[in-house]
Each structure stands twice: as structure tokens, then as C-alpha cells.
């Protein structure tokens, strides 16, 4: 289990955009494939994008592409995800999960993924 962090989940108003952040104390993010899911009450996990190793190969959700945008600092050893013109529909718990293989490709199933952090909080609200 790799030590995930998750940061950057806030209250905003429709249409605003935030930028979540991934990382993890003493692990090279960019040797590993990350995933940013999705939970929000009532409902099952979902996968809303993905970056493979070294960053080559990005995945989306049907319902966030073209709003959300999957990055990697290599310097920062973060994998952020900004978030662009959100709906109430966004709101959820976000998660950062990590392939534990190195030079992995990506995938949006959860099963795919070793470690997991606690998750951050994005709330859409007028």
C-alpha cells in the first residue's frame, strides 16, 4: 500500500472549476499509471480519468471529457485534475489510486489499482 494523498476538493459554484491534487511521500509518481475516481452518495465508484506511466496514454469518462483534464508534474511528483465548468452533477468524493506495476498503462477500473488515498471532498452549489 503506497502512501496516497489527495488535496484540492472544495465548495464551488456551477460553472467553476477547481484543480485536484495527487500525491504520495516517497514514491515516484511517474513511474506508476494513476486513476482519479469518483464516488458520490447513493452511488457506485467510477472511474473519471486516467494517465499511464510516464504520462503517454490519458483516459476520460464520457461525462467529464472536454471539462476535466488529467496532468502530471514531474518535478512536483503530482498528478493533479482540474476540473472546468462543474455541475451539480460532479459532486462527489474524489479519489487518486495508483498501479502498483511500473510502466503500467491506465485504466477507469477500479480493480486496476493497488493503493488508494483517503479522498477530498468537491461539493457544486449555488
Known amino acids: 500500500q503506497l502512501p496516497v494523498v489527495e488535496s484540492g476538493g472544495d465548495l464551488v459554484q456551477p460553472g467553476g472549476s477547481l484543480r485536484l491534487s495527487c500525491t504520495a511521500f516517497?514514491?515516484?509518481?511517474?513511474?506508476?499509471?494513476i486513476g482519479w475516481f469518483r464516488q458520490a452518495p447513493g452511488k457506485e465508484r467510477e472511474g473519471v480519468s486516467c494517465?499511464?506511466?510516464?504520462?503517454?496514454?490519458?483516459y476520460y469518462l464520457d461525462s467529464v471529457k472536454g471539462r476535466f483534464r488529467i496532468s502530471r508534474d514531474v518535478a512536483l511528483n503530482a498528478v493533479y485534475l482540474q476540473l472546468n465548468s462543474l455541475n451539480s452533477e460532479d459532486t462527489a468524493d474524489y479519489y487518486c489510486?495508483?498501479?502498483?506495476?511500473?510502466?503500467?498503462?491506465?485504466?477507469?477500473?477500479?480493480?486496476?489499482?493497488?493503493?488508494w488515498g483517503q479522498g477530498t471532498q468537491v461539493a457544486v452549489s449555488s
Open positions: 489510486a495508483i498501479h502498483a506495476g511500473v510502466g503500467a498503462f491506465c485504466a477507469l477500473t477500479s480493480t486496476w489499482y493497488d493503493s
Open positions: 516517497g514514491v515516484n509518481l511517474n513511474d506508476y499509471a
Open positions: 494517465i499511464s506511466s510516464q504520462g503517454g496514454q490519458t
